[in-house]
């Protein structure tokens, strides 16, 4: 079964620095989606992501953080200055349709950022 | 504001028993609901889906209804198994909106 791919599976990083997360969603979805959760807590949402623009934010989601997909496959999340509070796991996740068209999210499994 | 509660942080069963979890929301009105699974250290994974115009959904052991009154969507697993302990996450999506929002999960064991 065709699977998101997320790498690295962990990426350690000294504040200050940037940092770029890579993903691949599954080859026929058109939605892209970056969630994060920090240890204990719960799934956050950061960003969708259609047709080469920004469908939706959170406010997490600040000028410190950029999304591209800078080709045909791969969805990047590029973080420009790392804070200590940026330590979290990031999911990438995709969908075939717009989460709104009831659309399940399929998910990576994650890279873990500590930030230093 | 927009809320989100799993009700049990954790919920500990024994073998073959019903597990049932339970999802409230307050000031939304969801176009539809999702239960996912999460192992540690991985990804949620879509188990059921379920529309606002659907009283219950099943799908093998599995079963999910909604309440649109209540505001609240119950999980079931019926003749559970060690295999299902994992923790359990209800998400939402609102109907002017894209995103999907998820509540902080149950955490469920299944004793032997």
């Known amino acids: 079964e065709p699977e998101v791919t997320q790498t690295p599976s962990h990426q350690v990083t000294q504040m200050g620095q940037e940092v770029i997360l890579r993903c691949v969603p599954i080859?026929?979805?058109?939605?892209f989606y970056w969630y994060r959760q920090i240890l204990g807590q719960k799934v956050e949402f950061l960003v969708s992501f259609y047709n080469n623009e920004i469908s939706e934010k959170s406010e997490i989601f600040d000028d410190q953080f950029s999304v591209e997909r800078p080709d045909g496959s791969n969805f990047t999340l590029k973080i420009r200055s790392t804070k200590l509070e940026d330590s979290a796991m990031y999911f990438c996740a995709s969908s075939f349709k717009d989460a709104g068209r009831n659309s399940p999210l399929h998910f990576g499994n994650g890279t873990r950022l500590t930030v230093t | 504001s927009q809320k989100i509660e799993q009700n049990s942080e954790a919920l500990n069963i024994q073998e073959g028993k019903t597990a049932t979890l339970t999802c409230n929301y307050t000031?939304?009105?969801?176009?539809?609901l999702q239960w996912y699974r999460q192992d540690p250290g991985r990804g949620p994974v879509f188990l059921l889906l379920i529309r606002e115009n659907e009283k219950e959904k099943r799908k093998e052991r599995l079963k999910v209804t909604f309440d649109t009154t209540l505001k609240q969507s119950l999980f079931h697993i019926t003749a559970s198994q060690p295999a299902d302990s994992a923790t359990y996450l209800c998400?939402?999506?609102?109907?002017?909106?894209?995103?999907?929002?998820f509540g902080s999960g149950t955490r469920l064991s299944i004793r032997p």
């Open positions: 000031n939304y009105s969801p176009a539809y």
């Open positions: 080859s026929n979805h058109l939605y």
């Open positions: 998400a939402l999506r609102r109907s002017s909106a894209s995103k999907i929002i």
